[in-house]
């Protein structure tokens, strides 16, 4: 077990106990689904990334807009600032037991089934094992298991080796994909100061919301299925960063300096800009 690795181990069981495991090459672990559909239920964590909408509108064939519109939640990241996408869960049908509901939850001979279970988010597929990522320049996937998940007792239990459970899934796509996106947010810090930007009462609310439907119609609504996903990814990610340093150039000529610390302005950029905006003037 290498320094990343010991640390990973020592982040997770200080943060989340003992209930998760890292997995290393090789090493197998025993599940089942009995279809209980208690991982559908009562959940506010399934995150969805580009990839997964991607994915979920190809097989539906549904535009991104529209999917997001029935069956998501778009919210701004508590820590992240940036736009999040979540499953919208809805309240259960049963009277005598509330809870909430995945609305890609059926029903079938008592058991609960995926109606997009071909196209499911990674964190649906992936479970019961999740994945670490490193966000350096070394940047690496790690994965871990819940020690204590419900098909972990099941007597129909299989070994599992992180291959054998992933063997029906791109996972090689989507590690580019995940590299990409990634780097992004990476770039996207390097570049603009969002809490400074975010908490700064002199700049307009305005300019505030226009910056973060930018960033939803950017990261979201412009995923093109007829693509191959890493075109998308690459595209996506260029239009955000033109974006993000268009937003600090034009704020940097109005006075307000949001750019993050070790981001250099580009002084040529500015000027053009200047030109642009009081041309009239």
Same mark, same amino acid.
């Not at 990334?49 to 998501?72: G, S, W």
């Not at 899934?169 to 809490?195: A, C, G, H, R, S």
């Not at 400074?196 to 960033?215: A, R």
């Given at each position: 077990m290498n320094?990343?690795?010991?640390y /990973?181990?020592?982040?997770?069981?200080? +943060? *989340?106990g003992?209930?998760?495991?890292?997995?290393g090459? =090789?090493?197998?672990?025993?599940?089942?689904?009995?279809?209980c559909?208690?991982c559908? &239920?009562?959940? $506010?964590?399934i995150l969805?990334?580009t990839y997964?909408?991607?994915r979920?509108?190809k !097989?539906?064939?549904?535009k991104p807009v529209?999917? /997001?519109?029935?069956?998501?939640e %778009?919210y701004?990241?508590?820590?992240?600032?940036?736009?999040?996408v979540?499953i919208?869960?809805?309240?259960?049908?049963n009277?005598?037991?509330?809870?909430? %509901?995945?609305?890609?939850?059926? @029903?079938?001979?008592?058991?609960?089934?995926?109606?997009?279970h071909?196209?499911? #988010?990674f964190?649906c597929l992936?479970? #019961?094992?999740g994945?670490?990522?490193?966000?350096?320049e070394n940047?690496?996937?790690?994965f871990? %298991?819940?020690?204590?998940?419900?098909?972990? $007792?099941?007597?129909?239990?299989k &070994?599992?080796?992180?291959?054998e459970?992933? &063997?029906?899934f791109?996972?090689?796509?989507?590690q @580019?994909?995940?590299d990409i !996106? $990634?780097?992004?947010?990476?770039?996207?810090?390097?570049i603009i100061?969002?809490?400074k930007? *975010?908490n700064?009462n002199?700049? #307009?609310?305005?300019i505030?919301?226009s910056?973060?439907?930018d960033?939803i119609r950017? /990261?979201?609504?412009?995923i093109?299925t007829? @693509?191959?996903?890493?075109?998308v990814?690459t595209?996506?990610r260029d239009?955000v960063?033109?974006?993000?340093v268009?937003? %600090?150039?034009?704020?940097?000529?109005a =006075?307000y300096?949001?750019?993050?610390?070790? !981001?250099?302005?580009?002084?040529?950029?500015? +000027?053009?800009?200047?030109?642009?905006?009081?041309k $009239?003037e």
């Amino acid at each position: 077990m290498n320094k990343t690795e010991k640390y /990973l181990t020592r982040a997770i069981n200080k +943060e *989340i106990g003992e209930n998760y495991k890292l997995l290393g090459e =090789g090493e197998t672990f025993n599940f089942a689904c009995s279809s209980c559909g208690s991982c559908c &239920k009562n959940r $506010n964590d399934i995150l969805l990334t580009t990839y997964d909408i991607y994915r979920a509108c190809k !097989y539906l064939d549904m535009k991104p807009v529209d999917f /997001l519109n029935k069956y998501c939640e %778009v919210y701004i990241g508590k820590n992240s600032h940036l736009p999040l996408v979540s499953i919208k869960f809805r309240e259960s049908l049963n009277t005598d037991n509330k809870y909430t %509901v995945c609305p890609f939850n059926r @029903k079938k001979d008592e058991k609960g089934i995926c109606a997009i279970h071909q196209a499911k #988010p990674f964190i649906c597929l992936a479970h #019961p094992v999740g994945r670490l990522t490193t966000l350096d320049e070394n940047e690496k996937s790690y994965f871990m %298991v819940s020690k204590h998940h419900c098909g972990s $007792n099941n007597e129909n239990s299989k &070994k599992y080796t992180l291959e054998e459970w992933f &063997k029906d899934f791109d996972l090689e796509t989507n590690q @580019k994909f995940t590299d990409i !996106y $990634n780097k992004l947010l990476i770039d996207i810090v390097n570049i603009i100061d969002i809490e400074k930007f *975010i908490n700064n009462n002199k700049i #307009p609310d305005i300019i505030k919301d226009s910056f973060l439907e930018d960033m939803i119609r950017l /990261l979201y609504f412009r995923i093109d299925t007829s @693509k191959n996903v890493i075109d998308v990814i690459t595209e996506i990610r260029d239009n955000v960063i033109k974006n993000v340093v268009c937003y %600090v150039h034009l704020l940097c000529v109005a =006075g307000y300096n949001i750019k993050a610390k070790n !981001y250099k302005i580009d002084n040529k950029k500015l +000027e053009e800009y200047k030109k642009t905006i009081f041309k $009239n003037e």
